[in-house]
C-alpha cells in the first residue's frame, strides 16, 4: 500500500532534473569542472577537486536511476536502523 508510494516517491528524491547542464553554468561561472561517472573517475578527481588552489570548482556526479534508487533505499535503511529509538 502506502510503503510502496512513498518508496516509489523517494526513488527520485535524489535526482535533480537540471534546464541548465551543470557543463553551461561551469563555463558562465568559470569554475574548474569535474564530470564523473564512475568510482576511479571520483578517486581521482576529489583530491584535486577539494585543494583551494585554482579557485571554485563544481563536480557533477553522473549516475542512473535505479542505481540512485537502490542507494537511496539502502541510505534511508542505514539511517532507520542507526537511529533507532530503544524499544
Not at 510502496?4 to 535524489?14: D, H, N, T
Not at 576529489?46 to 541510505?75: C, H, I, M, R, W
Amino acid at each position: 500500500g502506502g510503503g510502496r508510494r512513498r518508496r516509489a516517491a523517494a526513488a527520485g528524491a535524489c535526482e535533480t532534473g537540471q534546464p541548465l547542464p551543470a557543463a553551461k553554468r561551469r563555463r558562465d561561472c568559470v569554475l574548474r569542472y569535474f564530470p564523473i561517472s564512475t568510482f576511479a573517475e571520483l578517486e581521482a578527481a576529489l583530491p584535486v577537486f577539494l585543494t583551494a588552489e585554482g579557485g571554485a570548482a563544481l563536480l557533477e556526479v553522473f549516475t542512473d536511476s535505479k542505481t540512485n534508487a537502490e542507494f537511496f533505499e539502502q541510505y534511508r535503511t542505514f539511517v532507520r536502523t542507526s537511529f533507532a529509538l530503544p524499544a
